[in-house]
């Protein structure tokens, strides 16, 4: 074992005369070892030096959905909000839509309950649920499979209706184009500063239930000007998914956004800025 | 509760290195801009560690403030606390250098 970085197996030595490739080191000094086919060996009280970004998992799984989804120039939204904000009904009626103009399809995330899905496959469009159970947000992994499950032919609109959350989802990096949070009037003008994250992670606000500001006294420009303090670049459309206004504003951003991925790589990184 | 998942992230790490090693310390890097509450952690980590060779071990977490570049006046190395990440100058517009990650930085064997 190498007295430095306690790789390789056996006694320990510190002549650095043999010889072994570093590349899964956080650190770099000057010897090789052969043959490091042993699990490393470790002597107690050591410290071994990891410097793993715990993240890097997820975040590796997520490029390689975005790599896929780009080869098939597939635009994949992830549609993030609070319990309650619209999804559904605003996936319902956007299926309706849009599905004589190009392919959808739909990956559902809840908690539990399939019913989500019989919502979008009643809307008669290809859907797959997922139910995290204990868990409170998708991640990569669980996109990677489900992308594979559903195939959606190439030019697709992909849908993935996140788990109802304004804390977790924003972590986790599913390979998305975008992510798409949906607020909504009776929440309050204050969600962008509570879930600051969540409205930081974001390309597009959806400011849901429009019809409703009235009567629940909602100040809509102090709502757009909080989510800005928190995300200078962030789009916004007013919209009610259940009374239809603002919604040709809605298919025009998600006609704007296939047309950029056509004419790119969508293969972009994610942008770690603000995140 | 994503420190669930952080947690099984945190123990799968370091079982890809040491295996069924015992481990007495665990030193994570905890970003103050990262969303991840560390009380969360801990107690998450506790469950994630069972029957593992990491079960027992103590965590020592590094809170790292947060730092920035601001867009808006050009500043390089803004510190930014608070939940909001905003420059001195006011601007939101911010490339985030330092306290947006957490890390599993080592471990001591026990």
Redesign the interface.
Known sequence: MCATCGCGGGPVHADHSREHPHADHAHEHPHRHAGLLA??A??????????????A??DAIALRNRAWLGEREILALNLVSSPGAGKTTLLERTLREVRGELPVAVVEGDQETPLDAERIRAAGCPVLQINTG????L?AAMISDALRALDPPRGALLFIENVGNL??P???DLGEHAKVVVASTPEGADKP?KY??MFRAAKLMLLNKIDLAPHVAFDEALCISRA??????LEVLSISAARGDGLDRWYAWLHGAIAAIRHHDAGTPKD???? | ??E???AE??V???RE???D??V?RVFLEIGKL???EPEAVRFCFELCARGTGVQGASLEIDEVAGRACCRGCGAQDVAIDG????CACG??????VAG???????????
């Open positions: 699990p490393p470790f002597t107690p009280g050591r410290i071994v030096r990891l410097e793993q970004d715990v993240l998992k997820n204990r868990g409170c947000h991640d804390v977790c924003a972590m986790f500063l600051p994250h800005r303090q928190v995300n200078p670049a770690r800025a603000l995140t | 509760m994503h669930l998942s952080i992230g945190i799968d790490a370091i290195r040491t295996g090693a015992r007495a990262s969303c991840i939940a909001i990440p905003l601007s939101a517009d911010l490339h985030v947006d990650r957490m890390l599993v930085t080592a471990v001591e064997l026990a």
